[in-house]
């Protein structure tokens, strides 16, 4: 079985450019969550989304949005980068929305490697 | 901020050592997971501890929830080069966010 699919793996932008990363959760999960993992930092959370329909959302400005669509893949984009931005951003598929309790495990994808110049 | 302290931050051992992680944190979690993130990878649950106290045991790998719910470890026996990777502790508490810690970077050496 596929697990959770992120495109692409590597970008590289300019200051100012807008992005869009896409994920694809495993087949029968329905939430999907957002993570940025800066270069020698865990995972910060971003986003989850549930049934298309935004259920959290962690401590990054409104540069930063996210749509899940009707088969339960979602979208990060995030607008006016900044050098700041460059990241492994991470997408994680649950069955259910939460916090990954015993029986709510996340699964993640491989991840989007973004560098800002 | 963070939540979850990871220490150490850093490990190079020798096959065969034994070596524990820890995770500590002032706040209670409703459970805390560990992973294991290698290079060019996303993270992989090991392991999912819910109740104070608990231990897990996933092969040489011993994992156990502290009585309080606010601190974790991780022992690994007899370590071997396969685990060589970047370990990882995420608790949850309300709310959908998991809360990470910075990693513990481990090198198993043959």
């Known amino acids: 079985d596929a697990g959770v699919t992120q495109s692409p793996t590597h970008l590289i932008k300019t200051r100012g450019q807008h992005v869009t990363l896409r994920c694809s959760p495993i087949s029968g999960h329905k939430s999907v969550s957002w993570y940025q993992q800066v270069l020698g930092q865990g995972p910060q959370f971003i986003f989850q989304y549930y049934e298309k329909e935004e259920r959290g959302r962690g401590n990054f400005p409104d540069r930063f949005s996210a749509r899940q669509f009707p088969n339960y893949s979602s979208e990060l984009n995030v607008n006016a980068l900044l050098l700041g931005d460059s990241a492994l951003y991470l997408c994680?598929?649950?069955?259910?929305?939460?916090?990954?309790?015993?029986?709510?495990?996340?699964?993640f994808g491989d991840g989007t490697r973004l560098s800002i110049l | 901020t963070q939540l979850l302290e990871q220490s150490p931050q850093f490990l190079s051992i020798q096959e065969g050592e034994n070596l524990t992680v820890y995770c500590n944190s002032s706040?209670?979690?409703?459970?805390l997971q560990w992973y294991r993130q290698e290079p060019g990878e996303g993270p992989v649950l090991l392991v999912t501890?819910?109740?104070?106290?608990e231990v897990k045991k996933l092969k040489r790998l011993t994992f156990q929830f502290g009585d309080a719910r606010k601190d974790s470890s991780l022992h690994i026996t007899a370590a071997q080069p396969g685990d060589t990777g970047l370990y990882l502790c995420?608790?949850?508490?309300?709310?959908?966010?998991?809360?990470f810690g910075k990693g513990t970077s481990l090198l198993v050496t043959p």
């Open positions: 501890v819910v109740t104070g106290g």
């Open positions: 994680a598929s649950s069955l259910i929305p939460g916090t990954g309790g015993s029986n709510q495990p996340q699964h």
């Open positions: 706040s209670v979690f409703s459970s």
């Open positions: 995420a608790g949850a508490r309300s709310g959908y966010a998991l809360n």
